[in-house]
């Protein structure tokens, strides 16, 4: 559908096509009361919005420019390249939806395919950037899987006859709409037909659970989020069941039981096998909680398919609690990794359920892997010198797990003063010429071309920081604004480093949720670290235990000498 400007002249309404790719693409449009002034929301699927501001006259769209910059940080992410493809659906009718590319997509490689649903069923999925807790194919494309969300008969944006048209014939359209588009992606080479997932909340866990039983070999993993099983239980338990089921079953149950039965996948649930995670809120009256115990028992008791039922306390039917949207993702995402892309095993993945890698105890089994002497210091002992541990980043880089320790800092210098039981704490007060003066030692002493970060090395390191260093906010209970870091300089400068610092390591890994990493620790705190910048000359990076990030600005004051230290990194081997 174009939108057109409408203008009232004295023989009656003008239209005027819109010529404006911006406005042809536009979620909101908000007209000034000088009927000039114009904002709007400009966004396809693969671009993330733009808020601008501009005037308009007769079609034409001038002196447009962005009023607003929202959710900046986000242009640092990749995103899939996405398009509109059509095909033909159920009863001949061309059906078309959105198509999002793989990050690793290569011509002539067939790749997995995420079939996300709309709900409603009168939702839509348009050319528009989309991103939440139902649906994040920047997500999957991280996987190597194409996402396809379709729009099936009964959508929105297409015209009255088309969300109409399944009413009485409810899963009769939709499904033959969504299979065909499947297939249409396998005939063109793209996806693999062996590895197809499907997935969706509300409307759209009801076609995904019809899936399943229609199809039952063709997909190979399932996440419904608040679907029905069972037409006739949610005549009466939905809040609007006598409306809905009226309208697209054509009347109540006692009146067409044998077309209820038919149309409730319940029924034959017999026929699933695919490996099935199910969501629910449990205050949920939209889709009723007590559709997910039925769809789960039957699968439970029948023991087909692995089945898990997730139900998520106090949520109505759609979540409103961020920790559950994020919980419900990170659930989907495992569930596909274990069933879809066999990253994990099932043993594995509860494993991780029981003891999750960012747990204490599973932090504890992997520090023994850590190195220290036998006096209990953090290094490596070479040549009777105590010199940093260091980890693989990237295939460019190592660098050093901890901030450079006192023990190890005092290898070097011997005068270098090291109170009883600081060994282990970062080494402090280092000038830039000390800093400079350590890493050339430590290339004469190992032959190894040791360095000083960056800068940019150092922004992405912090990047990668836990929540909760050791920096003035750990001490404080709470994240200082400037003016209260102000307001606390007095109380600071009579502290002493060694009252406030941590042995290295003290505080959680920021990167501990991820198995393969490396555990690298006080990232942005404890101490600030040299590095170097553009300009070749050096300057003190990242948090320390009396400085914090400004929440806002993200950036740090610059720290106390007392509270600078070092890190060391190392090109690749």
């Avoid at 002539?108 to 395919?113: A, D, E, N």
């Avoid at 969300?163 to 793209?190: M, T």
């Avoid at 350590?438 to 390191?461: D, F, H, I, N, S």
Wanted: contains cysteine; glycine residues 8%; aromatic residues 10%.
């Amino acid at each position: 559908m174009e939108p057109r400007f409408y203008e009232k002249t004295a023989d009656g309404w003008r239209a005027h096509p819109v010529s404006d790719a911006r406005l042809r693409h536009s979620t909101s449009i908000r007209i000034g009361p000088d009927g000039h002034t114009i904002a709007f929301v400009y966004s396809r699927a693969d671009s993330l919005p733009q808020y601008l501001v501009g005037t308009y006259r007769r079609g034409r769209l001038t002196n447009v420019q962005p009023f607003v910059r929202l959710n900046t940080y986000l242009k640092d992410y990749p995103i899939p390249r996405a398009e509109v493809i059509y095909w033909e659906g159920a009863e001949g009718d061309t059906v078309n939806g959105i198509l999002y590319y793989p990050f690793n997509y290569r011509p002539g490689r067939r790749h997995p395919l995420m079939v996300v649903i709309h709900g409603g069923p009168s939702g839509v999925d348009l050319d528009a950037w989309r991103a939440d807790w139902t649906v994040y194919p920047p997500l999957w494309a991280q996987r190597g899987a194409f996402v396809l969300r379709p729009n099936y008969h009964g959508s929105g944006h297409h015209g009255l006859e088309f969300v109409e048209s399944i009413k009485g014939r409810y899963y009769e359209l939709e499904l033959p709409d969504i299979i065909k588009g499947i297939e249409h992606l396998v005939a063109q080479g793209l996806v693999d037909p062996d590895s197809l997932g499907v997935m969706g909340w509300s409307n759209g866990a009801i076609l995904t659970i019809a899936l399943t039983v229609e199809y039952p070999e063709r997909f190979k993993v399932a996440m419904p989020g608040a679907g029905d099983v069972n037409w006739i239980s949610d005549y009466g338990n939905c809040a609007f069941g006598v409306r809905f089921d009226d309208s697209y079953f054509g009347g109540p149950p006692w009146e067409r039981l044998d077309h209820y039965i038919a149309k409730s996948p319940l029924f034959r649930l017999h026929r699933v096998v695919t490996p099935t995670l199910i969501h629910f809120g449990d205050q949920d009256t939209a889709v009723p909680t007590e559709q997910g115990w039925q769809h789960y028992r039957a699968l439970q008791q029948l023991g087909k398919a692995p089945v898990r039922f997730i139900l998520y306390p106090g949520e109505p039917h759609g979540f409103r609690r961020p920790s559950h949207q994020k919980r419900k993702m990170e659930e989907d995402l495992a569930w596909a990794d274990t069933y879809l892309f066999g990253r994990t095993s099932m043993a594995e993945r509860l494993r991780r359920r029981v003891l999750p890698e960012s747990a204490p105890l599973a932090l504890k089994l992997r520090a023994r892997r850590i190195a220290r002497t036998a006096d209990g210091r953090y290094g490596v002992e070479q040549n009777g010198v105590l010199l940093p541990e260091m980890v693989r980043l990237d295939d460019t880089l190592w660098v050093g797990r901890f901030e450079v320790t006192r023990a190890q800092f005092r290898a070097f210098k011997p005068d270098y003063p090291v109170p009883p039981g600081t060994e282990n704490h970062p080494a402090s007060g280092i000038t830039a010429d000390e800093a400079r003066a350590y890493v050339a030692w430590l290339r004469r002493q190992t032959g190894q071309p040791y360095r000083l970060p960056t800068v940019a090395e150092l922004e992405k390191l912090q990047r990668k920081a836990g929540a909760s260093e050791n920096t003035l906010a750990y001490w404080l209970g709470y994240t200082p604004n400037p003016d209260e870091r102000r307001q606390l300089e007095d109380v600071l400068a009579d502290f002493r480093p060694d009252e406030l610092l941590l042995p290295v390591g003290s505080r959680p890994p920021g990167n501990a949720k991820d198995p393969d990493a490396p555990l690298l620790y006080d990232l942005d705190g404890n101490v600030a670290e040299w590095a170097v910048g553009d300009d070749g000359r050096l300057q003190p990076s990242g948090a320390s235990a009396v400085t914090v990030r400004d929440p806002r600005t993200k950036e740090v004051p610059a720290p106390p000498p007392a509270f600078i230290g070092l890190r060391v990194v190392l090109p690749q081997r």
